[in-house]
């Protein structure tokens, strides 16, 4: 099993950054994406960013791609998300999770979640 445990969430001023924190315990995969999705009131989960976890190789939505870096620290098991530029928009609750395999972007495919963190962002 994997456990994800996200932190780094609040409430900051349009324009501002933030920086998420995804720290994993548990077993490790030899093909893993670990992501980001957040959720708005009212609105769906909705796929943010991902990583491969071996390669390094990244994904964004469009809505965030150029605002957003997701990155990875290896022997610390930790996933980032710096965002910046961050616009009334962002605000919802970010959750990190993981799935074995490759790349998706439906949130039904991944196999581990964190408890999620609050992003509120003011204009």
């Known amino acids: 099993q994997v456990q994800l445990v996200e932190s780094g969430g609040g409430l900051v001023q349009a324009g501002g950054s933030l920086r998420l924190s995804c720290a994993a315990s548990g077993r490790t995969f030899s093909s893993y994406i670990r992501g980001w999705f957040r959720q708005a009131p009212r609105k769906e989960r909705e796929f943010v960013a991902a990583?491969?976890?071996?390669?390094?190789?990244?994904y964004y939505a469009d809505s965030v791609k150029g605002r957003f870096t997701i990155s990875r620290d290896n022997a610390k098991k930790t996933m980032y998300l710096q965002m910046n530029s961050l616009t009334p928009e962002d605000t919802a609750v970010y959750y990190c999770a993981g799935r074995v395999g490759g790349l998706s972007y439906h949130e039904v495919e991944y196999d581990y979640w964190g408890q999620g963190t609050q992003v509120t962002v003011s204009s």
């Open positions: 990583i491969n976890w071996n390669e390094g190789r990244t």
